[in-house]
T-cell receptor, first 113, second 111 residues
């Protein structure tokens, strides 16, 4: 199994509070991705990274920011959580970007009350 | 906006039958195509990748790609109850090295 760890795995928070989800990999893969998965919408890309300090937006990036200061860590931050951000968040890594396999973390379930 | 369309299902097939899953995509520059399987409450896992037009077989799974029609499919032969899951189609583009996912097709194999 690919070495990907997401934390926390479960979190309940209140509207307006900041939240940070962490993705840690031990594979030294260049590409890292954050997706959210909601019923009826499938997996939607929030942000991705193609190297240390190199990030770009996905299709649902509003309300989210990311940082990657080390190859192994990719952080997703919700500056002020809203109920619409209640979701399951998956981190994924890829060695070859668009030409290679995505390996997923176990997911982080976030509930915003 | 890149779109990936899959029949949401649920698709039910008897054990031992062939399950056929279909996917169409809008991005003409997509070069790589992946099928992921996701069990309920779990994360997706890769089952097939295909890069060229035609068929690619791996055990009981066959992926078929037609870039001109922007269509990719997955056939599962001799379906087993353990194949019951949601199957996600994911074309990718080297424009930004992004993957786009369909909403998935839910498959149930009935013993």
């Amino acid at each position: 199994d690919a070495g990907i760890t997401q934390s926390p795995r479960h979190k309940v928070t209140e509207t307006g509070t900041p939240v940070t989800l962490r993705c840690h990999q031990t594979e030294n893969h260049r590409y890292m991705y954050w997706y959210r998965q909601d019923p009826g919408h499938g997996l939607r890309l929030i942000h991705y990274s193609y190297g240390v300090k190199d990030t770009d937006k996905g299709e649902v990036s509003d309300g989210y920011s990311v940082s990657r200061s080390k190859t192994e860590d990719f952080l997703l931050t919700l500056e002020s959580a809203t109920s619409s951000q209640t979701s399951v968040y998956f981190c994924a890594i890829s060695e070859q970007g668009a030409f290679g396999e995505l390996f997923f973390g176990e997911g982080s379930r976030l509930t915003v009350l | 906006q890149k779109e990936v369309e899959q029949n949401s299902g649920p698709l039910s097939v008897p054990e031992g039958a062939i399950a056929s899953l279909n996917c169409t995509y809008s991005d003409r520059v997509s070069q790589s195509f992946f099928w992921y399987r996701q069990y309920s409450g779990k994360s997706p896992e890769l089952i097939m990748s295909i890069y060229s037009n035609g068929d690619k077989e791996d055990g009981r799974f066959t992926a078929q790609l037609n870039k001109a029609s922007q269509y990719v499919s997955l056939l599962i032969r001799d379906s087993q109850p353990s194949d019951s899951a949601t199957y996600l189609c994911a074309p990718s583009t080297n424009t930004g090295n992004q993957f786009y996912f369909g909403t998935g097709t839910s498959l149930t194999v009935i013993p």
